[in-house]
Nanobody, 114 residues
Framework: QVQLVESGGGLVQPGGSLRLSCAAS????????MKWYRQAPGKERELVAA????????NYADSVKGRFTASRDNSKNAVYLQMNSLKPEDTAVYYC???????RGQGTQVTVSS
């Protein structure tokens, strides 16, 4: 059974950092493309980072380039999203997704506010 569980969200001040984690089970992430995306209330879902299988480069939304870094750790079967220099407009629920089969987790709330 494929499961994705996000964690690491919270309330942070503008300019702060958070590291999101997505623990996968039921499949080895090493062979799959993964994505981080986010959705804020009343807004369209936005792709944040697309993490291909090893060997290709990760792609980022223009809105997060230079601030966010996505990574995978195949030994821990997890993907991560390091978010630096956070802005209020980064406030959203963040989800990880396995591209094949469109599996996603329950999401983790990130709120950037002073």
């Amino acid at each position: 059974q494929v499961q994705l569980v996000e964690s690491g969200g919270g309330l942070v001040q503008p300019g702060g950092s958070l590291r999101l984690s997505c623990a996968a089970s039921g499949f080895p992430i090493s062979g799959y493309a993964m994505k981080w995306y986010r959705q804020a209330p009343g807004k369209e879902r936005e792709l944040v980072a697309a993490i291909p299988p090893p060997g290709s480069s990760t792609n980022y939304a223009d809105s997060v380039k230079g601030r966010f870094t996505a990574s995978r750790d195949n030994s821990k079967n997890a993907v991560y999203l390091q978010m630096n220099s956070l802005k209020p407009e980064d406030t959203a629920v963040y989800y990880c997704q396995r591209v094949s089969g469109n599996y996603r987790g329950q999401g983790t709330q990130v709120t950037v506010s002073s």
